[in-house]
């Protein structure tokens, strides 16, 4: 099979289904490539995703916290963050198991992933925007 190239992955990236997506999430997570993760979410998911992440950081890094507090301030502060995260993620050595149970339509623009990761039950959620799915955790919220 030949190798890809950095283009034709993000390409790949892109017109993947959701549930392929759960996986490369977490290949991206835990492999040192969080800033890949963009391309994967919407921003505000993205951000979260930061944040929750950087915690365990922040708590050891005062530095660290500061910078992730300004993330939405400017690009420059958010590639720092993004490298001290893949850093301490990748230095942490984790592959979880993912394996897909369900895939759930929720409309036509909304979608559930029911998985589990190393036996928890977990779920992601999607929303598709000019044909593409990225992770949306607010696309779970009902509609009223």
């Known amino acids: 099979m030949p190798m890809q190239n950095k283009s034709d992955r993000k390409n790949t990236d892109i017109l993947m289904k959701p549930e392929e997506i759960v996986i490369r999430y977490y290949e991206l997570l835990y492999?040192?490539?969080i800033g890949k993760l963009k391309e994967l979410m919407v921003g505000s998911s993205y951000r979260m995703t930061l944040e929750a992440f950087g915690l365990r950081l922040s708590l050891k890094n005062p530095?660290?916290?500061s910078l992730l507090e300004k993330i939405e301030e400017d690009d420059k502060t958010l590639k720092k963050v993004e490298e001290l995260?893949?850093?301490e993620l990748a230095y942490r050595k984790i592959s979880p198991?993912?394996?897909i149970v369900e895939v759930e339509m929720n409309g036509e623009e909304?979608?559930?992933v029911h998985f589990t990761e190393n036996k928890k039950e977990k779920k992601l959620y999607f929303s598709k925007k000019n044909e593409?799915?990225?992770i949306d955790y607010y696309a779970g919220r009902r509609i009223s």
């Open 97 to 99: 198991e993912i394996q």
């Open 31 to 33: 492999g040192g490539s």
């Open 63 to 65: 530095v660290f916290k």
């Open 85 to 87: 995260l893949c850093a």
């Open 110 to 112: 909304r979608m559930t």
């Open 132 to 134: 593409v799915w990225k």
